[in-house]
C-alpha cells in the first residue's frame, strides 16, 4: 500500500495544500515547517486508526506530557482525547482553521489489501465494481479542538472505494469496515531517533514473529558496513553492535544509521517517513522484494518543494495610517 495523493487544511504552517500523484519516492525539500507539517498531516490521518498512534502524535506536538502510549484496544478505534496542552495546540493550528483539522489520504491498494477488502465486503457488490474501475481507497480524517484547546474529537468524515462512497456512521456504516480498518493499524511509519530502538530489536531477535525481519536488519549496513546486533550491555540494558562491537566506534552517522535500518525491517510499515537522504531509504524500496511500499525523504538536496496553496492573508490596515488619510 502506498498513498497516492494527500489534502491538508488547517495547519498553522501548512493551512491548504493538495500533493497529487505521489510517487513511491518522495525526495522532499527540507526539513521546513511546511515539510514538517505534511507529515503531521500524514500521521494523523492514520492516527484515526489507532488508540496508540493518537497517544503517539499527541506526544510529539507536545500537547501531552505522557509518552507512553496505551495499549491497542482490538477493533475499538479513538474518538477523542483530554487534558491536551492549549499552547501547544495553538502551535498546530492555522488561525484561520476554526479549530478544526483536515487530511485526505487516497490509499493504492496492494494486492493483499485488495483481496482482503474484497472478502470482507463479499456481500457488497457496490465494492466489487467500484475497486475494478480504481483499486484505491480515500479516508476523509476530521480533527475538532474545544475552544478552550484542551480537548479534541479525531473522526472518520468519508471513506471511499474508487468512487464509491461508503457511510462511516449511524446504522448504514458496513459492518466490515471496523475490520479493514484496523488492518491498515502501523501501515505508516514516523522515523524518530528518540525511540527506544534497542528495546524493540531484542524483543524482535527473541520473537518468533519476528525474527524474520532482525535477520534482515543485521545485513541491512553491508557491504560497506558491520555487521549489525543487538545484545544486552550494562545493568542488563540493550546495546546496538557493529561487528560485535559497540556501534559508538562508528560515530554518531553510524548509530544513526543502524537504527534506520531498524525502522526499514522492524517497522512493519508500508510506508516511511524519515529525515534523511540515506541510500538504504531508496534501496528499501527499489529492493525485489522491498521492505517498503513508499518513502518520505527530507532533506536538505530533496528535489520537491513543499508548500502552501492557501494565499497570504492580507494584513488589515492600521488605525492610524486609515484615519491619516485625506478625503477625496
Known sequence: MYIRSIRVRGFRDLPEAHIESCDRWMDLQGPSPAVTALGDAIELGFSVL?????????????????????????????DQLGHLDPVAVQAILSPSARRALKVELELHLDPPLFGQLREHAAREPRVVTALAERPTIRLSVG?????????MAIHLDGFTVGNQRFPTHGK?????LNRFLASLRGRFHRFDLEDDI???????????????????????????????????????RPILLGDNQPMRRYGQAGQ?????????????????WAESNDGLLKRAVEADPSPLEQVFAVSPLGTTAVQSDAPREKPAIKGPLAWRAPRS
Not at 61 to 66: I, L, N
Not at 260 to 269: E, K, N, P, W
Request: hydrophobic share 45%.
Open 50 to 78: 489507532s488508540v496508540t498512534a493518537l497517544a503517539r502524535l499527541a506526544w510529539r506536538w507536545g500537547m501531552v506530557s505522557d509518552s507512553l502510549p496505551p495499549a491497542e484496544e482490538g477493533l475499538d478505534f479513538p
Open 143 to 151: 480533527a475538532l479542538f474545544t475552544m478552550s484547546l484542551d480537548a
Open 172 to 176: 448504514d456504516r458496513p459492518t466490515w
Open 198 to 236: 534497542p528495546e524493540q530489536l531484542l524483543d524482535a531477535a527473541t520473537s518468533r514473529e519476528g525474527h524474520a525481519a532482525y535477520t534482515a536488519w543485521q545485513s541491512a549496513l553491508a557491504p560497506d558496513g558491520p555487521q549489525l546486533r543487538v545484545a544486552r550491555g550494562a545493568d542488563d
Open 256 to 272: 544513526d544509521q543502524a537504527s534506520l535500518a531498524a525502522a526499514i525491517h522492524l517497522s512493519g510499515a508500508d510506508i516511511l
